[in-house]
Structure formats: structure tokens, C-alpha cells
């Protein structure tokens, strides 16, 4: 994959921003589940049974687990939580002129920029509401997990903004490569803990079998699962995966379609990242909406080659976490034991997706691509020298499949219109760019044998 910038001097002076006012925030968010053909696969207990609502209870509000297990198409927007959405939304969406020159492509390429949030990314858009309807249950106290970094920084944001306290369990790779985001949190009045911790009987647990584990979200989210069920004033705050979170992200895309008209165009390919599938679900979501009702709209999932869970992995039920504390859901997944390598796009390093997100790509409603981690860097970087913004590693991996649909356009000279989410800045993950280039990152392909593995201790229930 090559990216060959055009000279300064050919490039277009500017880009062009489609704004919305703050009247024009999303008053209700939009719920995929309404659209899709069939309904969701229930979650499982231990006992290979579908759970109901009260399973859920020791470490969710009633509110949450109620648009957890909803099928109505439209969930109204909290008007707190839109007043503070209004800190930073509605987010703007540009007309990627001087990439399209740099790329000399015919394709039209825009993007909705989410790194505008105090926290710089898309993660607030959830953290905010999670943290409101915690507050109204009478919670006083968050148990959360963190990869990157970026959803425990939007936690502790909103915890601050609600009076809540917050205890993140941050994966330990990223606790060392991403020690600003560390700070970020601790600003916000958030105690972090690298995680495997000795703070958890599943920490402990992992930190006995190997004293050098780095870490990962499954690892992180038991640790945090276990904490919030183990005191009564305290809840669990997811910060991709579930329903109820992939619905609040949907701001995204309801505000993109607005911006669209505006722009008087329509995008014939959406892409963007996906780990656990927030980010592609809030971006993609609402277009899905369209695409049921006959609209031709192609949906990308975007993952790294290192951790491929979409393009890899197997539809069966699983744990959303290593310790198996949470319920089995019906998704891709890797294995919930599966040790992703420690990538510079930790946000990514997930052994699951989404359930909704895993059964619209098993149905073939939505497409997905895996892309190595260098080819992410060096479309960061063509973007970063077109349009000015320094992308997050995660964000990087939509930049790269969107350049490279471009590209194709460029070889057919079609001219299609594209549109990624950037998802957040990359300001406190220039240690992954000096890796990059100081040559010192390398791609990760992970071993079909180690996916096997496994795979082979997935839970022999359902699917």
C-alpha cells in the first residue's frame, strides 16, 4: 500500500465543514434492532439458558437494561444529557478536498470528526448518558475497563460532570504506552489501575499464571464486572459491545445524514473502526436504517489483522470477558481467553464485537476488512499531511480502507462518494508514531493455530 502525496502547490487551499447548530443535536436516538430482519439472539446465563432483565441488575440501572433488550425504533435523548452534549455536538463533518488531490482520485471522501470531545473522541457520546441514568438510580460509584485509554478518560469526564466516582481498569500494554491518557483520567478525579491488578480476584488470578501478563479488554472488563458487583453503590459502565451503548453512539450517524443533505450528497460506502463496534455502529447504524428500507448503501467494519474477530473469528456464543463473569452472547469472537499482541490501536484489542454488529455481518448486511497496522500508520500519516488533524491509531484503521477504496476509484475512475468516522485525535499516541517511524512497529498477522486454540474452549451452548 503506497500513498504518493501530490506537490503542496497542487492541492486545493482548504476543506469544506458542514455544520449543524446545536437545535439540530439528535433529540432521540436511533435502535438498528427495529430494522433488522430477525431479532437479536437472546444473551445466555451459566446454564446455557436466555437471561432476563433482573440478571442484570447487580451491575446495571433498569433504564440501561431496558434499552439493552429494546426493539423500538426510537429512544428519547435525556435533555441533560443534551445539554451537555452540546460541549461538543453537534460534531462537524468536512469535505476532504486536499486528500482527494493528494490521492488523485475521483471519489468524493468526507468525514465526521468525533475528536472535538474534551475527552478527543467518540466515547462521551455514551459515557454521558451512561453516567446520567446511573446517577438518576441512585449509583454512587463506576467500575470501568479501558483499552486505549479513550472510554476511560470519557468516563471519568462524565463521572465528573454527575458527581460520580470512578474506578478504571486500564489494560497494562496501554497503561504504558499511553500514560497521558493515565494523567487525562486522574484530572477528571478517576483512580487507574493497570490491569491484570492486585486489586480483583481475577487480576490476581492472571498476574499468578503469568507475572509479565500485558493484558486485555476481556481481562479488564472481568476485573471491572467484579469490582461493580461486589459493592452495592457501585454499577458497571460498558464502553462498546452492548446495545445500549451502540444506541447512544448513534448520534453520529443521525447528525452525518443531516450534514449530507446539507452537502446535497449521499455516501455510497461508509467505514469505520471496529473493536467492540460502538464506533462502526454509531457512524454506520442510522444508515442501516436506509439500507433496510431499499437504499444502496455498503456498511464497512474496519479491524486490525492482529485481532481479527469479524474476518476471523467464529459465530458462537461466548464470555464478553477472560473470567467468564459476564453473560454469553451470540457474536464473533476469538475466544474470550484469546491474548491479542500489545498493537499501538489498543480501543481495537478485543476478543468479541458487538452481538448486533456480529449478526447483521453473519447475515451479510454489512461488510467487513482487516488491515494491517503499518498500512494504518501510513494512511494516518497521508491523511494527517492532507487535512491537518493527527488521527488516533484506531481511527487510522477506517483512514486506510477508505484511501484504499478511493484508490480503487481511482484505477476504474469511479467516482464514488466515501465516508469514514474519525473517531478521535491522536495527540497522546505520538509514541506510536515515533515507533512508526523510527521503524520499530511491525505488522502482526495472528496465528491461525493460536485463533484454533482458542476457539476450541469456546462454551458448548447455543449458536
Known amino acids: 500500500m503506497a500513498f504518493l502525496l501530490s506537490p503542496q502547490k497542487d492541492r486545493p487551499m482548504s476543506r469544506t465543514k458542514f455544520l449543524l447548530d446545536e437545535s439540530e443535536i439528535p433529540t432521540h436516538w436511533y435502535n438498528v434492532v427495529a430494522d433488522m430482519p430477525n431479532p437479536p439472539a437472546p444473551p445466555l446465563g451459566p446454564d446455557g439458558k436466555p437471561i432476563g432483565p433482573e440478571a442484570l441488575t447487580a451491575i446495571f440501572p433498569m433504564s440501561l437494561i431496558e434499552q439493552e433488550m429494546s426493539a423500538q425504533r426510537w429512544i428519547e435523548i435525556p435533555e441533560k444529557v443534551r445539554e451537555i452534549y452540546q460541549l461538543w455536538r453537534p460534531s462537524p463533518l468536512f469535505r476532504a478536498h486536499r486528500l482527494e488531490a493528494a490521492l488523485g482520485t475521483p471519489a468524493k471522501i468526507y468525514y465526521k470528526y468525533e475528536g472535538v470531545s474534551p475527552a478527543g473522541s467518540h466515547k462521551p457520546n455514551t459515557a454521558i448518558a451512561q453516567a446520567y441514568y446511573n446517577k438518576e438510580a441512585g449509583i454512587k460509584r463506576i467500575a470501568t475497563e479501558t483499552g486505549a485509554g479513550q472510554w476511560g ?38 483512580k487507574v489501575f493497570a490491569s491484570p491488578s492486585m486489586e480483583t480476584n481475577s487480576g490476581r488470578a492472571a498476574l499468578a499464571q503469568d507475572p509479565d501478563n500485558q493484558g486485555s479488554l476481556g481481562l479488564a472488563i472481568s476485573e471491572a464486572v467484579e469490582d461493580a458487583a461486589s459493592r452495592s453503590d457501585t454499577n458497571y459502565a460498558l464502553g462498546s459491545v452492548l446495545n445500549h451503548v451502540l444506541l447512544h453512539q448513534t448520534v453520529i450517524g443521525l447528525e452525518a445524514k443531516k450534514q449530507f443533505e446539507k452537502a446535497g450528497d449521499y455516501p455510497d460506502m461508509i467505514f469505520a473502526p471496529c473493536g467492540g463496534g460502538s464506533n462502526f455502529g454509531g457512524a454506520a447504524f442510522p444508515f442501516f436504517a436506509d439500507k433496510a428500507a431499499g437504499k444502496n448503501v455498503r456498511l464497512v467494519a474496519v479491524e486490525p489483522t492482529s485481532c481479527p474477530t469479524l474476518t476471523r473469528g467464529h459465530y458462537a456464543y461466548d464470555f464478553g470477558d477472560t473470567a467468564k463473569l459476564t453473560p454469553m452472547m451470540l457474536m464473533y469472537t476469538l475466544g474470550h481467553d484469546f491474548m491479542p499482541p500489545g498493537i499501538h490501536a489498543g480501543g481495537l484489542r478485543y476478543h468479541g464485537d458487538s452481538a448486533l454488529v456480529s449478526q447483521l455481518y453473519h447475515e451479510k448486511l454489512i461488510e467487513a476488512v482487516a488491515v494491517p497496522q503499518l498500512a494504518t500508520f501510513q494512511a494516518g500519516v497521508t491523511f494527517a499531511r492532507s487535512e491537518g488533524i493527527i488521527p488516533a491509531p484506531e481511527s487510522n484503521h477506517a483512514i486506510a480502507a477508505c484511501i484504499d477504496e478511493a484508490l480503487r476509484c481511482k484505477e476504474s475512475g469511479e467516482a464514488k462518494t466515501l465516508f ?29 493455530e493460536a485463533i484454533e486454540a482458542a476457539l476450541e474452549r469456546l462454551p458448548k451452548v447455543g449458536g
Open 420 to 448: 469514514f468516522n474519525l473517531s478521535g485525535h491522536g495527540h497522546f499516541d505520538m509514541g506510536a508514531y515515533d515507533s512508526y517511524f523510527s521503524g520499530k512497529l511491525e505488522d502482526y498477522a495472528y496465528p491461525e
Open 153 to 190: 478518560c470519557s468516563m471519568a469526564l462524565a463521572g465528573q460532570m454527575f458527581g460520580l466516582e470512578v474506578q478504571v481498569y486500564m489494560v497494562k500494554v496501554s497503561y504504558g504506552q499511553k500514560p497521558y491518557r493515565r494523567s487525562m483520567m486522574q484530572t477528571w478525579g478517576a
